[in-house]
């Protein structure tokens, strides 16, 4: 073609960028279609995942687990069973799913199962297995996701593809009874043809288009590139011709390219780059010594937000009918987590340890606030959840940057080791008692500064001489090593495992040397704070 010429012959710069342009547009055309398929995929699928994994749990929530060993033994329902087992039918039929499942499955192979529950759909060809029914199933990947959620605890979703029952998602959930021992697992199976069928349509709808694109742009390619880069190009390169041979002033055709192209503003763009560096220089000084002045005023508010926790130790030095100690390692220069314990009286005392969302100065502001709002209800003689409910209004208002705190509170009253407490969204704490560790789980109400009419359950035990308390942030648990692998409560128990013997303080550095040991070099996000309360023996 002739814009491709030059004196007869076409030029080699023109060529040259004409087949680079071309073979990137090929290129990105491909990615393109690629990332559009893959992304189209990813995000259906994700929904699916997190669809059954939501409807799985939800159906483990339903579980009368206190009865399991009673129907594994007797093979008969009753009551509870019965109203499980609706409610399981109708996760079936308004999720769509094939089927629930509730089984047990006996190591070591896990081949063995026993079924518990085994709604089904009643549109589909699946047959119901009655309480009790026994069956040896060996198909490796089931045998090996039941050993995982068996022996780990994990969470499974598995993916099949082109059986005899067609293609289906199916979660894999451990079932734990009271004492947090897994003793079923509770599976959820959904057919995945809609996707299937999706994806296809999508493929086939980008690549149409992707053609239709492809033979357009190359359509227009050719006017457009002429006009925008082959004349101003061949203009400049005759003109640095006329200049090495002959020299002299540009003529007028360079200086309207200079005046209104990229390619003629170099030696300006030369000019400007030059002030924009001094210019940059400066600002970079000023951008230092602006970051060295707030260095100083965190480590100075880091300091004082310190100084706001109780560090002492021993707390009340008169007391020697409990031991107490917490600590606070902020991810940031300053927290987010607070703890605190006041000896309202010669008889009780009060501990509380909170998170507060988000990280940095905003949180650690709205800390103070809830640290102060909850000692003063404190030392008025309110219950623990009249001290929340009374906290939570006032967190709430003018709250307009939405932070919230999770909080755990107990009053405790020492003569008789009575405790009573709340949990508005924390992680559960660690009990010893009896000579064994176990979470003292209770359903957590909302966490404080969200809803101001929330209503706050209070809950009672009663310890014992012996007793230990382990209360934490989930910086602890949600620890990260390198691997992205998070600490967990599983780990948090081996930690605890032989500090039963230990004062307060050490018990809190054994388990923060157990953190820092599995998450080694990788960066702290979290804040971590640990509090521990002893009845000695």
Wanted: charge should be negative.
């Amino acid at each position: 073609m002739a814009l491709f010429k030059t004196g007869g012959r076409i030029s080699a710069i023109t060529k040259k960028i004409v087949l680079l342009i071309i073979f990137t547009g090929l290129i990105l055309g491909a990615v393109t279609l690629y990332a559009s398929y893959w992304s189209f995929t990813h995000r259906f699928r994700e929904r699916y995942d997190a669809t059954i994994q939501s409807i799985c749990a939800a159906a483990r929530e339903c579980l009368p687990v206190e009865n399991f060993d009673t129907y594994l033994s007797t093979h008969q329902s009753d009551a509870a069973y019965d109203d499980a087992m609706r409610i399981l039918q109708d996760f079936v039929n308004k999720f769509e799913l094939n089927m629930l499942y509730v089984s047990k499955v006996d190591g070591p192979d896990y081949t063995h199962i026993t079924y518990l529950f085994n709604p089904v759909s009643l549109d589909g060809t699946y047959t119901a297995f009655p309480l009790g029914y026994e069956e040896e199933y060996v198909e490796p990947e089931f045998n090996g996701s039941a050993k995982k959620v068996f022996e780990k605890g994990e969470a499974i979703i598995r993916h099949t593809y082109k059986t005899r029952s067609g293609s289906h998602i199916t979660a894999m959930l451990p079932v734990y009874n009271a004492s947090g021992k897994i003793v079923a697992v509770v599976g959820a199976q959904k057919s995945i043809q809609e996707f299937i069928d999706a994806q296809n349509s999508f493929l086939n709808v980008i690549l149409l288009i992707s053609v239709i694109s492809v033979v357009s742009f190359f359509a227009l390619f050719t006017v457009f590139f002429d006009r925008q880069f082959v004349h101003p190009l061949r203009l400049l390169t005759q003109e640095t011709k006329r200049f090495a041979s002959s020299g002299g002033e540009p003529d007028e055709a360079v200086k309207r390219i200079k005046n209104k192209d990229e390619i003629g503003d170099l030696s300006q763009s030369v000019i400007q780059m030059e002030e924009d560096i001094i210019r940059n220089v400066r600002e970079l000084f000023k951008v230092s010594t602006e970051k060295e002045r707030m260095a100083t005023e965190l480590s100075v508010a880091s300091r004082i937000q310190l100084e706001l926790l109780p560090t002492d130790y021993p707390p009340f030095p008169e007391r020697h009918d409990f031991d107490l100690f917490a600590s606070m390692s902020p991810a940031k220069e300053v927290g987010g987590d607070l703890y605190d314990y006041i000896l309202l009286d010669d008889d009780h005392l009060m501990l509380v340890v909170g998170d507060v969302s988000g990280k940095g100065v905003p949180a650690a502001l709205f800390m103070v606030v809830a640290k102060t709002l909850i000692a003063s209800y404190a030392t008025q003689g309110l219950s623990p959840s009249a001290i929340f409910e009374k906290t939570n209004k006032q967190l709430c208002v003018g709250n307009e940057s939405n932070l919230f705190v999770t909080c755990w509170l107990a009053l405790v009253t020492l003569s008789t080791g009575k405790m009573r407490f709340v949990n508005a969204g924390h992680p559960a704490p660690v009990l010893y008692h009896d000579g064994a560790f176990s979470f003292l789980k209770i359903k957590a109400d909302c966490v404080l500064g969200v809803f101001e009419e929330t209503h706050f359950t209070e809950h009672e035990i009663t310890l014992s001489k012996g007793d230990r308390l382990f209360v934490y942030t989930d910086g602890v648990t949600e620890a990260t090593n390198a691997s992205d692998v998070l600490f967990g409560e599983e780990r948090l128990m081996t930690a605890l495992e032989g500090t039963q013997d230990l004062d307060a303080p050490r018990t809190i550095r054994s388990v923060r040397k157990h953190i820092d040991r599995f998450v080694s070099e990788a960066e702290q996000f979290d804040d971590i704070t640990m509090l521990s309360f002893v009845l000695p023996a």
